[in-house]
């Protein structure tokens, strides 16, 4: 006698989609955290099997730190750091990685036992397969990220992390989305109206926003220029321009900090017209004028919690929240988009 075919909608799925949607958004701010903490070139070799255990003797060590004090990173900035201190950054490093392995573990196991007990539906198969494929280029892209800065420069090159946390983030919203369609079923009818394409058109400003902030992450833009609404006095900054276009866009520390304030700028003005018409008008669901409110809210929440990051100058805990915080507002954007494609 044949399986039965899975159901439409299956919510154990969707909660294991969410539970590893989870772990991303953990993985991200401990990321976020090895960045700041300049952990993120402490291990200098990719060993995706052996790296899993950390150095477990004096030895072991040793060699590590020996390996460390290779890069242009110990020699130009780190010169004379101890053993201990070594460790620290370590530490970061390898949980970080540490967690990457996990996540996929937490995604590739229950994936398994699902298709074998045939409970996801058919029409998410490929999708969760998918997501499989870029977890796993997501490691790739990780290690190619590290190699840009253990040779020649001291810090790995800003449209490498660019490319990985924003891997991240995509990951975290795909997740969400498929669970999303796992928990509820397929829609009976698309939406119609203005909603679906303003929702999409929001989610990838934020998205894109995203992408600008990495860069300023990748050029340490946020320890500079530090007043606002000015930038060292001025409304467009000195120095903006740099010898291309590419590198003026990625490299300029004037220009990725100007480019991520005109963005927020931007989203801002989205968000204040988005909160006037969910609180005015009468169309759609209440579940996607509620989910519009937040949005923009939560955009108005962000920007703010931006500025008092920048002028305290980036400490740890403010760029780990302004970090976490921009997964939520991704989060937010993606479940408006989901909504808002159904209402």
Same mark, same amino acid.
């Given at each position: 006698?044949?399986?039965?075919? %899975?159901?439409?909608?299956?919510?154990?799925?969707?909660?294991?989609?969410? $539970?590893?949607? $989870?772990?991303?958004?953990?993985?991200?701010? *401990?990321?976020?955290?090895?960045?700041?903490?300049?952990?993120?070139?402490?291990?200098?070799?990719?060993?995706?099997?052996?790296?899993?255990?950390?150095?477990?003797?004096?030895?072991?060590?040793?060699?590590?730190?020996?390996?460390?004090?290779?890069?242009?990173?110990?020699?130009?900035?780190?010169?004379?750091?101890?053993?201990?201190?070594?460790?620290?950054?370590?530490?970061?490093?390898?949980?970080?990685?540490?967690?990457?392995?996990?996540?996929?573990?937490?995604?590739?196991?229950?994936?398994?036992?699902?298709?074998?007990?045939?409970?996801?539906?058919?029409?998410?198969?490929?999708?969760?397969?998918?997501?499989?494929?870029?977890?796993?280029?997501?490691?790739?892209?990780?290690?190619?990220?590290?190699?840009?800065?253990?040779?020649?420069?001291?810090?790995?090159?800003?449209?490498?992390?660019?490319?990985?946390?924003?891997?991240?983030?995509?990951?975290?919203?795909?997740?969400?989305?498929?669970?999303?369609?796992?928990?509820?079923?397929?829609?009976?009818?698309?939406?119609?109206?203005?909603?679906?394409?303003?929702?999409?058109?929001?989610?990838?400003?934020?998205?894109?926003?995203?992408?600008?902030?990495?860069?300023?992450?990748?050029?340490? %833009?946020?320890?500079?220029?530090?007043?606002?609404?000015?930038?060292?006095?001025?409304?467009?900054?000195?120095?903006? $321009?740099?010898?291309?276009?590419?590198?003026?866009?990625?490299?300029?520390?004037?220009? =990725?900090?100007?480019?991520?304030?005109?963005?927020?700028?931007?989203?801002?003005?989205?968000?204040?017209?988005?909160?006037? =018409?969910?609180?005015?008008?009468?169309?759609?669901?209440?579940?996607?004028?509620?989910?519009?409110?937040?949005?923009? =809210?939560?955009?108005?929440?962000?920007?703010?919690?931006? *500025?008092?990051?920048?002028?305290?100058?980036?400490?740890?805990?403010?760029?780990?929240?302004?970090?976490?915080?921009?997964?939520?507002?991704?989060?937010? %954007?993606?479940?408006?988009?989901?909504?808002?494609?159904?209402?």
């Amino acid at each position: 006698m044949s399986a039965l075919p %899975a159901p439409d909608r299956s919510r154990a799925v969707a909660v294991w989609l969410f $539970a590893v949607a $989870a772990l991303v958004l953990f993985m991200v701010i *401990v990321g976020g955290a090895t960045r700041l903490t300049g952990s993120g070139l402490s291990i200098t070799e990719w060993r995706p099997v052996t790296g899993t255990l950390p150095p477990l003797s004096d030895a072991q060590w040793a060699k590590e730190f020996e390996l460390y004090k290779s890069i242009p990173q110990y020699q130009q900035v780190n010169r004379g750091m101890s053993l201990e201190a070594f460790k620290f950054i370590y530490w970061w490093e390898w949980g970080h990685r540490f967690l990457g392995r996990l996540v996929g573990l937490a995604f590739a196991v229950p994936f398994a036992l699902f298709l074998f007990r045939r409970q996801i539906p058919q029409r998410l198969i490929g999708r969760c397969w998918a997501l499989f494929a870029l977890g796993g280029l997501q490691g790739a892209i990780g290690w190619w990220m590290v190699a840009s800065g253990l040779s020649e420069r001291i810090t790995v090159a800003p449209e490498r992390l660019m490319t990985h946390l924003g891997m991240a983030f995509f990951l975290l919203a795909a997740l969400l989305w498929t669970g999303l369609e796992a928990w509820n079923g397929p829609s009976r009818r698309p939406a119609r109206g203005p909603w679906p394409k303003a929702a999409l058109a929001l989610a990838v400003m934020v998205y894109v926003q995203i992408l600008l902030g990495a860069l300023v992450a990748g050029n340490d %833009a946020g320890y500079v220029l530090t007043d606002w609404p000015l930038m060292d006095g001025r409304w467009f900054p000195e120095g903006y $321009a740099s010898s291309g276009l590419w590198s003026t866009i990625a490299h300029s520390i004037p220009a =990725v900090q100007f480019n991520h304030r005109i963005g927020a700028y931007i989203l801002c003005a989205c968000a204040a017209i988005l909160i006037a =018409v969910c609180l005015r008008t009468r169309r759609g669901s209440p579940g996607l004028r509620g989910m519009g409110l937040a949005l923009g =809210v939560g955009i108005f929440s962000q920007a703010a919690l931006g *500025v008092w990051t920048l002028i305290s100058a980036t400490p740890l805990s403010l760029g780990l929240a302004h970090q976490g915080a921009a997964a939520g507002l991704l989060g937010l %954007a993606t479940g408006f988009l989901w909504i808002a494609r159904r209402a």
